[in-house]
Structures are given as C-alpha cells and as structure tokens.
C-alpha cells in the first residue's frame, strides 16, 4: 500500500460530502463530528482506535481529511492504538501494518508484557466449524477453537486502555469506528465519556449512524484499501476462534471454470525458477490442455502441463517443458478480484462482504463454539 497524500483524500471526501448525495450526508455528519473533537482537544490531544476492521478504515480515512484541511494542516505522524483480540487474523494484522504506514500512523498496540493475557472479547473453545467436521480439515475456517484466557472481554480492553493512558498521558479523546448496530452501539451518542473505574477518555464516535451499507458504499467509492478478508466473504472480524465467512454469502453453485485462478505464481523446486501462469487456466477436462507460463528469464518462455489430483482442490503438479525437462513445479493458485484481494480457498466460495443485502446478518459469521456444536450434523 503506498502513502497516502492527506490532502488528496481531504479533496476527494469533502467533494463527497459535498455531494447531495445519501452518503455525502453521512460523510458530513463525520466530518463535523471530527472537526468538533479536534476543535475542544486539539489533534495533539486526540487519538484513533484502529484495529484494521472495515468500519475504523472508514475512520481513518476520514480522520486523515480533516487532519489535511486544518489551519494549519497537521500532516505529522497520527496517534493511534490498536487493541488486538486474541489470536486475530494474519491477514488483519498485514493489512493494519500496511495501514500504519500508508497514513503514518504512530500505532501502539496495547499488549502485555506479563503473562496475563488482554482478550478484548469473549471466545467460547472446543469446537470445530461444520466445514471441518465434514472435511476433517484445521486450516482455514476450520480451525480448532482453543482457550484464550479467562478474562471477559470489557475487562481486557479496561486493561488494554490503562496501558495506553499510562504510556500517552497526554490522550484526552479517542475516535472510535463504532456504528449503532454493533454490541453496545444503540445507545451511544457522537460523544461518550468512559465509565466510572476506567481510564479517562472521551469515545468519539463520528460514524455512529451509518449503516453497513454506508461503510461500504464510502470504501468503495473512494477506492479505500481495506483487509483482504472482507473478500473472502468474511463481514465482521474477530479472533480465528470465532470468526468465520458470512454463511450468507456463500456461493451455492459454482460454474467450473470459475474454480480456477486468474493468476498462478509457480514455485519451483529449483528457487530461481520462479514462474507466473500467462492465461488463466483452462478447463480441467481439457486432456491436451497446456499452461503459458513466464520464468524469471524474460527471454525463458516454458510450457507446463497440468496434472490434476482428483481429490485435490489445488492445481496440484506441474510437469515444466524448459531446457531442464526433469525441473518439477508446485502450482499454488490466487484467486484475485479486480482491487487485488485475494479470494477464498476453492473448497467454499464466498461472495464479498459488500454484497450482503440483509444488513441484519453482518456479525452471522462470528459464532460461539457452542453455537457451532449444536449445528454439526
């Protein structure tokens, strides 16, 4: 992800909230939100909680408008906490350090340096997904839950915010990418103190009432970049042990040749053989079907033949043609959509997040273990 130019985005999101159209008025309600945060605390005195979710994406982004378009611009380095649950995603966690500096942010993320763990949610263990009961797989969205811990949620993120204001006093306020529909949203308004017995701050929520659709629609329009996982049909993100793609949104009935990627990077056994497929490939029924790939040497053009295992949903061995015929290549497919985020593994497809049409299903994938034993059948 490259960085941000501040006042490009200042340009494109107050042209947005500019608009007249249904999200400018969201866009503006946020904006002004922020802009009345920073005018009482000064940005000095502000930071935001960004955890690499879609909703705190949204937030950045806007936060960023409006640090470029103060008098004078504050382009310095943007204070932010990030709160981890526990066990969280791989991906998440490429996509908040991609994000970190892309927007120069001075992220401190808030972990323990003892042994005691910080879980800012609760997480039931023992059991395995549906999908890996019946494919007896633990990868993926199969994973096993495990123990994280015995504390509840609340209390670890007490612990988590106690960290942050003994490290930055100086915070005074902390914008949040909390929405109405979330757990504990109904009642929030734009600006809430934080309860008695934990460390002060004020809870700035500039996109309090905007819906899931609002989210997207903003990081769409503007060509937000946003975690990769949202693509593989996940639409609210949580820890590995409770959180899987949105059922909702999974693709029942799969055209053949969609099963295959539009790209193919080759990895041979031989490290300076690195190939990528030219075409995407072709049907598996295709006996004589052959594969175009490009070796590291541009001048290198090599013909690979594919070799499907029946009971493999990978692309299983290639059998490369190139001036060593005996070089043997493992093909791993990437399916990518057109912003260039991967898609889920072929075994379950999963239309992206966006595409969810009954808003009220937005946290359907993040089940509880008990939840998941009562539904292996």
Not at 181 to 187: E, R, S
Not at 271 to 300: G, K, L
Not at 362 to 371: C, F, H, P, Q, T
Request: one cysteine or more; glycine letters at 6%.
């Amino acid at each position: 992800m490259a960085v941000k130019d501040r006042q490009a985005i200042a340009t494109e999101v107050y042209d947005v909230a500019a608009s007249g159209e249904p999200i400018g008025e969201r866009v503006k309600e946020a904006l002004n939100v922020i802009e009345n945060a920073l005018d009482t605390y000064t940005p000095s005195k502000v930071s935001i909680s960004f955890n690499g979710g879609k909703d705190c994406t949204v937030l950045l982004h806007l936060y960023a408008a409006v640090l470029a378009r103060r008098t004078p611009p504050s382009l310095k380095t943007i204070s932010a906490v990030y709160i981890p649950v526990p066990s969280p995603f791989t991906e998440l966690e490429e996509f908040i350090r991609e994000s970190a500096s892309a927007y120069t942010l001075d992220l401190f993320t808030c972990s323990s340096e003892s042994d005691i763990p910080l879980p800012v949610e609760s997480v039931t263990p023992g059991a395995a997904t549906p999908d890996a009961r019946k494919q007896g797989e633990e990868d993926y969205v199969g994973r096993f839950l495990r123990p994280v811990g015995n504390a509840r949620g609340g209390e670890g993120m007490r612990r988590a915010l106690q960290l942050y204001k003994d490290r930055y006093s100086q915070i005074e306020a902390i914008l949040v990418g909390t929405r109405r529909t979330d757990p504990h949203g109904a009642t929030l308004t734009y600006k809430n103190k934080t309860d008695a017995g934990w460390p002060s701050f004020e809870r700035i929520n500039p996109i309090i009432n905007w819906s899931y659709s609002d989210v997207w629609t903003f990081l769409r329009r503007l060509n937000v970049p946003y975690c990769s996982l949202y693509d593989q049909g996940y639409t609210s993100l949580g820890s590995i042990y409770n959180t899987f793609p949105n059922p909702a949104l999974r693709v029942q009935d799969d055209a053949v040749s969609e099963m295959f990627p539009s790209s193919v990077t080759v990895v041979a056994n031989e490290p300076n053989a690195m190939c990528m497929a030219e075409t995407p490939a072709p049907e598996p029924a295709a006996e004589d079907c052959h594969f175009t790939v490009i070796a590291s040497d541009p001048e290198s053009t090599c013909t690979a033949e594919p070799y499907m295992e029946p009971a493999d949903h990978s692309l299983g061995s290639f059998r490369v043609f190139a001036k060593d015929p005996f070089t043997m290549c493992v093909a791993e497919g990437k399916l990518v959509n057109g912003n260039d985020h991967a898609k889920p593994p072929l075994s379950a497809r999963y239309k992206p997040a966006y595409m969810l049409q009954d808003e009220g299903l937005e946290r359907a994938g993040r089940v509880s273990g008990a939840a998941l034993l009562g539904s292996v059948k």
